[in-house]
């Protein structure tokens, strides 16, 4: 029955994957005309915040796409020591989308001349705030029941009963203490 979280966990995690993706790659094609010093292109604009959100926002997509892998690796175990390297994964790119978002909102607030491919990276990290919000949520929600998710208490597996190992088989002459 632990499979409530992994199924709902797992199409927003392909979903969060090719939002990372797509926005990734317009993120990259602004921040290189903006380099580039080719603002008047139609289709980019821009203002002062520009040059912080797209690089904030690159890095955000970067860790997004990371933290999925994880994410992917977690949601085919499912199991506590994949949710710890999925969790922190996600919760890294979590934090990173949510000051691109911050960003995004600054320079919608700064107004200008915005091309599409730069509303479309605002408009993508701005979705992704929410959707990689949502998706730390399922990961962690083992925490409240293990019905949707792994967990926290399980030790079905890992680290045995404690103590030191149990050597079986002939003992080693000359090792008494």
């Excluded at 949601?75 to 960003?103: E, Y």
């Excluded at 408009?123 to 998710?149: D, E, K, P």
């Amino acid at each position: 029955m632990a499979t409530v979280g992994r199924n709902i966990a797992a199409p927003l995690l392909f979903l969060n994957l090719v939002m990372y993706f797509i926005a990734l790659g317009f993120a990259s094609w602004c921040l290189n005309r903006y380099i580039n010093g080719q603002t008047y292109h139609p289709s980019f604009g821009g203002n002062g915040a520009t040059s912080f959100f797209l690089t904030v926002s690159m890095i955000a997509s970067v860790l997004g796409i990371v933290s999925k892998f994880a994410g992917g690796n977690h949601i085919r175990a499912w199991r506590n020591d994949s949710l710890a390297a999925a969790g922190s994964a996600s919760l890294m790119a979590w934090a990173v989308t949510a000051l691109a978002f911050g960003l995004a909102c600054k320079e919608i607030n700064l107004g200008g001349h915005r091309g599409w491919r730069l509303r479309m990276v605002e408009a993508f990290m701005i979705i992704l705030a929410f959707t990689q919000l949502l998706y730390v949520v399922l990961l962690h929600a083992g925490v409240f029941s293990s019905r949707y998710g792994p967990g926290y208490r399980d030790t079905e597996y890992g680290v045995g009963a404690g103590g030191e190992p149990v050597t079986k088989g002939v003992p080693v002459a000359g090792s008494r203490v």
